[in-house]
Each structure stands twice: as C-alpha cells, then as structure tokens.
C-alpha cells in the first residue's frame, strides 16, 4: 500500500523558511519514471502545484515561486523535502505531497497534508 | 500558463441523479488532463486520467469525456457518498495547473 505523510513545523512567523518533509512508502524515488510534487491549497479554496522532482534529480518549479523553493530528496529515506523562504501570511495552506509515475503528472497518490499558518 | 475554467462551482442534485461538470483549458491539452475527487477534510484522490481513463477503484458511474480544450465530469446515479468538492487539472505543460473546484451537494 504505497503511502505518503507531509510533516512540518505548524506554525511560523513571516521571513522565516517554511521546512516541509514528505516521508513515503512502498515505492522508491529512485525507480524509473517515479516523481514526487508538492502541492498546496489555501483553506477552502483551490490547489497550487508548486514542484516537482523526479527519480533522475529533475526539479521543476512554479515559476510563480520559483525564486524562493528549494526541493530535494533522500532516496536511502524514502523522503522528499521542501523549503519556501521568506514566507508570508499568503504561504498559510494546506500542503501536500504527491506522487506521479510513468512522466504523467498526474498524481496517484496523495498524502493526508499538512497545515502550515504563517503569523506574527 | 494555462488557465483552466471549471463550472459550475456549486451544483446541488438529488440521489440518483446525472450530474456533468465541465473544464475548459485556455490552450489544447491534449488530453493531458484529470480529474479529482475531494472530500470534506481529506485530501484529493484521483478518479479519472488521460481525460477518459478510470483511476484503480473508482466506481463505473464516474466517466470522463473530452478533448482539445473541452472536458467533462459525469456521475451517473448520483450517491451519497459523491458529496465532495471535484477539481480538473492540466499536465500537458509546467506549471501544472486545477481549475477552480465544483462543490457537489445532495438537495
């Protein structure tokens, strides 16, 4: 049963770097065709893909936040990361990580997501 | 970037109903394009792919029909259990972008 968990440090104050951490199972990063995204949605309201890396090192970007998001991977771990610095209070959402295989982008799997607040 | 529209974004039907939700892309996708299902407090769950392709444990009464810029939703002998905001999404080209959402309730 592949499954995905988003964690990350809840709450935090504007300027600082939001540090998220998707931690995965039964599938590996490093296999052929298989990426892991990040995606986010303001409560009540739609869904933002931010970025995406693939089992190559491939990273994508929204180029919307491309300036400020850093993504990588530990495959010995079966886990990705995000960074978004300098956040502010438009950063508060519901964060997700997702996966994709075969270079589809769509995404098959998804993690139960992870709130983030940004406040002073 | 490639804007998708998605309508309406609230539809209000009884049990057992057909209900069809629509997207339309600002440019030909390809048929590049999903749909996913969104539960109150869950996270989005992926029902249709390739614009017509049923993900792995979706009911038959979902499908998906479309191409080029035009796309659609339908849920034939609508369930209680189909109550769930619904949202399209585009990969044909980064960024990869969801069309707005369709908020689905039973009357």
């Known amino acids: 049963q592949v499954t995905l968990k988003e964690s990350g440090p809840g709450i935090l104050q504007p300027s600082q770097t939001l540090s998220l951490t998707c931690s995965f199972s039964?599938?590996?990063?490093?296999?052929?065709?298989?990426?892991v995204s990040w995606i986010r949605q303001p409560s009540g309201k739609g869904l933002e893909w931010l970025a995406t890396?693939?089992?190559?090192?491939?990273?994508i970007f929204n180029p919307s936040l491309t300036n400020r998001l850093t993504i990588s991977k530990d495959t010995s771990n079966n886990q990705a990361f995000l960074k978004i610095t300098s956040v502010d209070t438009a950063d508060t959402a519901i964060y997700y990580c997702?996966?994709?295989?075969?270079?589809?982008?769509?995404?098959?799997?998804w993690g139960q997501g992870v709130m983030v607040t940004v406040s002073s | 970037d490639i804007q998708m529209t998605q309508s309406p974004a609230s539809l209000s039907a009884s049990l057992g109903e057909t209900v069809t939700i629509e997207c339309r892309a600002s440019?030909?996708?390809?048929?590049?394009f999903a749909w996913y299902q969104q539960k109150p407090g869950n996270s989005p769950q992926l029902l249709i792919y390739?614009?017509?392709s049923l993900a792995d444990g979706v009911p038959s009464r979902f499908s998906g029909s479309g191409s080029g810029t035009q796309y659609s939703l339908k849920i034939n002998s609508l369930h209680s259990e189909d109550v769930a905001s619904y949202f399209c999404?585009?990969?044909?080209?980064?960024?990869?972008?969801f069309g707005s959402g369709t908020k689905l309730e039973i009357k």
């Open positions: 997702a996966r994709s295989q075969d270079n589809s982008g769509y995404f098959d799997y």
């Open positions: 039964e599938f590996s990063l490093s296999i052929s065709d298989i990426c």
């Open positions: 890396i693939c089992w190559e090192d491939v990273k």
């Open positions: 440019e030909d996708i390809y048929s590049n």
């Open positions: 390739d614009a017509n």
């Open positions: 999404q585009q990969c044909n080209n980064y960024p990869f972008t």
